[in-house]
């Protein structure tokens, strides 16, 4: 039986989530999402999406498909916003110092080593934790990206820019292919 991976392109619909510089986080997180889900269509895993489409879904739905399905994986993919600059990943709080946190520090590095690249950088310290909804309530080890800051101006360029993103959804794909153990 192929591990099953949940990738979780924030919000959708009537839920832009943030938005600047003409770009909307709805429309990057699914973009990102779709071009990581062929990356991985290589690998002997099963991938599947809480959203495909432009539409609205619940926090705790996203989580409850990935519950549903028994996944062995979850990564929530965002767009940050606030003036910032740079990448940071989230685990949940209680999730510090353990197995959860030692993956996400596996995706998290193979992200940055890209990104560094690039120009790009963390965020504050980068690997961060917080109580959001998605990672609390998911029965299985969960991230959330968020990836550069739409309401910067050299941080949309680069999110505009398709090869950029391809070459951030790749890493993300190798990135949670070391997670799962495929590589
Ligand atoms: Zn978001």
């Known amino acids: 039986m192929p591990k099953i991976l949940v990738l979780d392109p924030g919000h959708g619909g009537e839920d832009p989530g943030a938005v600047g510089n003409n770009l909307k ?25 809480t959203r495909e489409n432009d539409r609205y879904v619940t926090l705790y739905e996203r989580a409850n498909i990935a519950n549903r399905l028994h996944a062995d994986y979850f990564c929530s993919i965002h767009i940050n916003a606030g003036g910032g600059t740079g990448f940071e990943s989230y685990v949940h709080s209680t999730a510090v110092g353990k197995h959860t946190d030692e993956l996400r520090a596996i995706l998290h590095n193979q992200i940055m080593a890209y990104l560094k690249k690039k120009g790009v950088k963390e965020h504050g310290q980068g690997k961060k934790a917080a109580n959001f909804a998605v990672l609390r309530t998911t029965a299985m080890p969960a991230v959330l990206l968020e990836c550069l800051f739409i309401d910067t101006p050299a941080d949309a360029e680069k999110l505009a820019d398709e090869s950029f993103l391809h070459g951030l959804a790749n890493e993300i794909a190798y990135g949670l292919a070391r997670v799962l153990n495929l590589v």
């Open 25 to 49: 986080e709805k429309d990057l997180t699914l973009k990102l999402a779709k071009i990581c889900a062929e990356k991985l269509a290589s690998y002997d895993l099963n991938v599947k999406f």
